[in-house]
Nanobody, 123 residues
Framework: QVQLVESGGGLVQAGGSLRLSCAASGPISSWPTMGWFRQAPGKEREFVAT????????YNTDSVKDRFTISRDNAKNMVYLQMNSLKPEDTAVYFC????????????????WGQGTQVTVSS
């Protein structure tokens, strides 16, 4: 059983940037896909981005493509989400998760989750 801990959230003005980190208790190379999701108050948890073991990535194109970048460092057991040009609608708790599936864009596809880190973007 792997444990995931997110960090790097905070308060930022619109147009600013944040870099989220996810530290895993074990080798993330054991998990083909790592992902980031987010959940705003009163809303469903939604897909943000995923990255495969080989570095290939998929994004929520409509909302974050060209603004967010997901990456992983298998040697350090870390996953990152670089967020640029942040907007107020990006405000949410961001969760890191891991999946044994090669294609995993839905919450049900993931096996383990972190506790989340709060991102707040002011207008």
């Amino acid at each position: 059983q792997v444990q995931l801990v997110e960090s790097g959230g905070g308060l930022v003005q619109a147009g600013g940037s944040l870099r989220l980190s996810c530290a895993a208790s074990g080798p993330i190379s054991s998990w083909p896909t790592m992902g980031w999701f987010r959940q705003a108050p009163g809303k469903e948890r939604e897909f943000v981005a995923t990255v495969r073991w080989d570095g290939g990535s998929t994004y929520n194109t409509d909302s974050v493509k060209d603004r967010f970048t997901i990456s992983r460092d298998n040697a350090k057991n870390m996953v990152y989400l670089q967020m640029n040009s942040l907007k107020p609608e990006d405000t949410a708790v961001y969760f890191c998760a891991t999946s044994v599936r090669l294609l995993a864009g839905s919450r049900r596809d993931y096996d383990y989750w972190g506790q989340g880190t709060q991102v707040t973007v002011s207008s």
